[in-house]
C-alpha cells in the first residue's frame, strides 16, 4: 500500500482526534471536580449543594454518562484479564451487564426512594432525587473503573460502599423526615435499593459465567 495515499487521511483523522479530545477535555475536568468534592468532603459538598437546583439532565450529560463512558471502556478492556483469551463479543456482553446495573442503581434508586418517602407520608421533588441518586453514584462509578480494567481486584469493590455514606449524609440535608426517625428511614432506603442492586449483579456475573 502507498503511504502517501493514505497519509491524508491519517492527517485529517489526527486532527480530527485531537478536535474531539479538546472538546472532552473541559467535560472531564468538571467530571474530575465535582467527583472530588463528593468524594473527599462529602459533608461540605451537601452543606453547598443543599439548595441547589441542578437539572437532572444536566447531571446525566456532564457527570453521570462520561463516568459511565469510562467505566464502559475499562470494562470491556478488562476482558483481557477475564480469561485466556480476549473475546469482543464476551467484552460487549459484560458492558452491557455494567450498563444495566447502572441502570437499575440511578432509575430504581430514585423510584425506590420516591415510594419509600412516599409510603412514610412525606413528599420530595423528583428533581431532588434525581440529585441525590446522580451525586451518590459517584463514588461507585469511580470504583467501577479500577475493578472493570482489573476484575482481579474485584475486592476492591468493597470501597464503592462509600456511595451509601454519600447518599446517607444527602439524605439528611435533603429528605423531610425528623430527627428521630431520619436515619432509620434513610438506612431502609439504601436497604431496599442494594438488595435490588446486587441481586441483579449476581444473577447478571452469574448467567455471563456460565456462557464463558
Not at 489526527?14 to 477535555?25: G, I, M
Not at 437532572?56 to 459511565?68: D, Q, S, T
Not at 469482543?88 to 459484560?94: D, E, P, R, S, T
Amino acid at each position: 500500500m502507498d503511504f502517501r495515499i493514505i497519509k491524508p487521511h491519517l492527517i485529517k483523522f489526527s486532527l480530527f482526534l485531537q478536535t474531539e479530545l479538546a472538546k472532552l477535555k473541559p467535560l472531564y475536568m468538571n467530571v474530575y471536580t465535582v467527583s472530588y468534592a463528593v468524594i473527599s468532603n462529602p459533608i461540605e459538598f451537601w452543606r453547598i449543594h443543599r439548595d441547589t437546583g441542578e437539572d437532572p439532565a444536566e447531571l446525566m450529560k456532564k457527570l453521570l454518562l462520561p463516568l459511565l463512558a469510562v467505566v464502559l471502556v475499562a470494562v470491556f478492556l478488562g476482558t483481557f484479564f477475564r480469561g485466556d483469551y480476549f473475546s469482543a463479543g464476551i467484552g460487549m456482553l459484560w458492558v452491557t451487564r455494567e450498563v444495566l446495573l447502572n441502570a437499575v442503581l440511578y432509575f430504581g434508586g430514585v423510584f425506590i426512594t420516591r415510594e419509600i418517602v412516599k409510603h412514610y407520608g412525606y413528599s420530595v421533588e423528583i428533581r431532588v432525587l434525581q440529585k441525590l441518586v446522580s451525586y451518590s453514584m459517584v463514588p461507585h462509578l469511580v470504583v467501577s473503573v479500577v475493578t472493570g480494567f482489573f476484575p482481579f481486584f474485584f475486592f476492591l469493590d468493597v470501597f464503592g460502599l462509600y456511595s451509601l455514606y454519600v447518599f446517607w449524609l444527602g439524605g439528611r440535608k435533603l429528605f423531610p423526615f425528623p430527627k428521630e426517625t431520619r436515619d432509620k428511614y434513610i438506612i431502609r432506603i439504601m436497604a431496599a435499593t442494594w438488595l435490588v442492586f446486587a441481586l441483579v449483579s449476581l444473577l447478571t456475573v452469574k448467567i455471563l459465567i456460565s456462557d464463558e
